[in-house]
């Protein structure tokens, strides 16, 4: 094999204002974090606090969204399934000790460690093996990975002594970190409080201290912004967002993200959604093209598929999603559904106007729909048990911050991840070949055939490409991603 190296061409950068460090933030998130351990839930509230936590063994380039040295300052391919990666020497925990090769071997086993139980398990299932010595960590791959660094890019560095000496449940109270921001308190429900690293290895934070706090309504984050009580919120909805365009304080920041708001059925032990029929019905239903201009106005793009344009392996070649209640009906009425209940899962974190919309789209067709409205961290629990009797749909919103449909249609949809509730053989050995191929091309065609099946069997629908939405105070600096990174260390206030 022809070895190919890779080196640093990045190392992070901050820049801060009259008074670099002596800045206070404050953030409104719709959720309490599900997690603070990185190794277990990646979703948005969570992972916009831990991973100022911790450091990550890779970052992206937010301008081409190309993989960049972080922890790792160069890697490379030593044979078609074996890479080295080459860590820096000057990382340190919060306690003092040395982050090593061994902590991101030891961080990577303990995610494939049915143990663990860990949410991130399909994302790095492709490694067959991480070991660490001294600033050299060694992964090795079960097969050809086209997609493994994009998935370091996500991976946060646990201390490995450290987790060992508390375990886990402690570590997920008290976590501690290399990264930017070291733990202080939370009140768990309420607010996490992190203060600024002082012996992080990269540039001084603007930022000193920054507060995480718990905010579900909306209007309730905005009120804070207009207030001055906090400084940024995210999840903001398009119509908070023309309330936020009024106020002279405040300004909008929103980008197109790899994020896609779906719906996922329950094809197993779902009721009424256990037959295509009702599937395709509710697929049907939906006016997709009023639902986006009418509450997204102009904050979120119609797909194809449960996958954005921004991911590798979206599929071009998929017809529209079709709106014809008419048809919807007569669906259900041949599957002897009418009057039948589904009963929907979703949580605070979504915007609840999306929500009743769709709820009144599929009542149209003669199904009653019964919202399961659960705070995100019980969401999360139940739509990932083993049981699959979490209801008949569920609404959410999926990023795996790999801007590849692997990241996508694996965990969604493959059988046996946390997140499937839908078997296919023919699926899963498409999405199956895909990580195993190294040629893009290739790669494309197979997700095409991976995805007609879903377009077919209908376990999700994809409602739409999201556009992230912040408010925040005119005087905070900062611009989001593709990938939804929430970066304190990357913001500061004007002067």
């Known amino acids: 094999m022809l070895a190919a190296t890779l080196t640093a061409c990045a190392l992070p950068t901050t820049t801060g204002g009259s008074a670099p460090g002596s800045a206070r933030l404050t953030a409104d998130l719709a959720s309490y974090p599900a997690s603070l351990d990185p190794g277990l839930q990646y979703d948005t509230d969570s992972y916009s606090v831990y991973r100022n936590i911790f450091d990550q063994l890779l970052h992206r380039d937010p301008k081409t969204n190309k993989p960049v040295p972080w922890l790792a300052t160069r890697w490379r391919q030593t044979d078609a399934t074996t890479w080295q990666f080459t860590l820096r020497d000057d990382a340190r925990f919060t306690d003092g000790s040395r982050l090593t090769a061994a902590d991101a071997a030891f961080s990577i086993e ?27 960590l060694t992964i090795r791959t079960a097969y050809p990975s086209p997609t493994l660094l994009t998935y370091l890019t996500t991976l946060s560095v646990v201390p490995e002594a450290y987790v060992k000496k508390v375990g886990n449940a402690q570590f997920n109270l008290h976590p501690m970190g290399s990264g930017p921001y070291a733990f202080v308190s939370a009140i768990p429900g309420s607010q996490v ?26 209007a309730s984050r905005v009120a804070d912004l207009t207030s001055g009580k906090a400084d940024i919120a995210d999840s903001m909805t398009p119509d908070t967002a023309i309330q936020m365009r009024s106020a002279s304080n405040l300004d909008v920041l929103s980008a197109p993200t790899e994020r896609v708001s779906y719906l996922a059925f329950n094809t197993l032990k779902g009721g009424p959604t256990d037959d295509p029929r009702v599937r395709r019905a509710i697929s049907l239903a939906i006016d997709y093209k009023s639902l986006i201009s009418a509450l997204e106005q102009g904050y979120a793009k119609q797909v194809d598929s449960v996958l954005t344009p921004l991911a590798v392996g979206y599929p071009k070649a998929l017809a529209p999603y079709a709106y014809d209640p008419a048809k919807a009906r007569a669906l259900v009425r041949r599957a ?39 705070d995100q961290a019980t969401y999360l629990k139940k739509v990932q048990g083993p049981t699959h009797d ?45 990580r195993q191929t190294l040629d893009p ?55």
């Open 336 to 374: 002897g559904a009418t009057g039948k209940t589904v009963v929907m899962a979703t949580s605070p974190t979504y915007d609840p106007q999306i929500v009743q919309v769709i709820q009144a789209n599929i009542q149209d067709t003669g199904l009653k729909v019964a919202i399961d409205n659960t």
């Open 390 to 434: 979490w209801g008949s749909i569920r609404f959410g919103q999926w990023s795996c911050s790999c801007l590849d449909a692997d990241g996508v249609a694996y965990p969604l949809f493959h059988t046996g991840t946390v997140w499937s509730s839908y078997h296919n053989t023919a699926f899963d050995s498409l999405v199956d070949q895909a």
């Open 441 to 495: 091309a290739a790669r494309d065609r197979l997700y095409a055939r991976a995805y007609g099946i879903l377009d077919k069997d209908l376990p999700g629908i994809g409602l739409f490409q999201i556009y992230s939405i912040y408010g925040a105070n005119k005087r905070l600096l900062w611009h989001p991603d593709a990938q939804q990174s929430f970066y304190v260390a990357d913001m500061r206030f004007a002067s």
């Open 193 to 218: 409080v992190l203060r600024r690293n002082d012996h992080w290895w990269g540039h001084e934070p603007p930022i000193r201290q920054v507060t995480f706090r718990a905010v579900p309504s909306a």
């Open 110 to 136: 303990r995610i494939l460690d049915p143990k663990l139980g860990s949410q991130q398990n399909a994302n790095f299932s492709a490694i067959s093996s991480a070991t660490g010595r001294g600033d050299t």
